[in-house]
């Protein structure tokens, strides 16, 4: 039997879902509502890349689009949340600096597919 040959992957197919808020945390209640909305996104397969910063890795457009309707789905009801989506192209163009002369490579994306 011939083996199966996988396509490329290709830095241009996959995206990268980045959600970046500022929310209020005055009362316990919005001390609850911000770590519920942390926790969701934990939960869903986001890390943290920087304070209010989380990302995921999705194998497609349509993927990254189904992460932004479940987060758009569960906003917490004060404060701001912007997304954006882009490809693991630009993704792997991000450098990251730690102090004035200390250049760090970026984060890596997944070395394997995660099927939902």
């Known amino acids: 039997m011939p083996r199966r ?3 490329a992957l290709s830095p241009f197919r996959h ?3 980045l959600v970046m808020f ?3 945390m005055v009362t316990d209640e919005e001390r609850r509502l911000y770590t519920h909305f942390r926790k969701f996104l934990l939960e869903e397969g986001y890390f943290k890349m920087q304070f209010s910063v989380y990302a995921r890795h999705a194998d ?3 993927r990254a689009k189904a992460f932004k309707r479940r987060v758009t ?4 009801p004060a404060g701001e949340v912007r997304m954006l989506l882009i490809t693991d192209h630009q993704f792997g163009k991000m450098e990251r600096f730690s102090g004035k002369n200390s250049r760090q490579a970026g984060e890596k994306p997944p070395e394997q597919l995660t099927f939902l």
Request: hydrophobic residues 30%.
């Open 5 to 7: 040959r996988w396509p």
């Open 15 to 17: 995206m990268w879902t």
């Open 22 to 24: 500022d929310l209020p």
């Open 60 to 62: 497609s457009e349509e």
């Open 73 to 76: 789905s569960n906003l917490p």
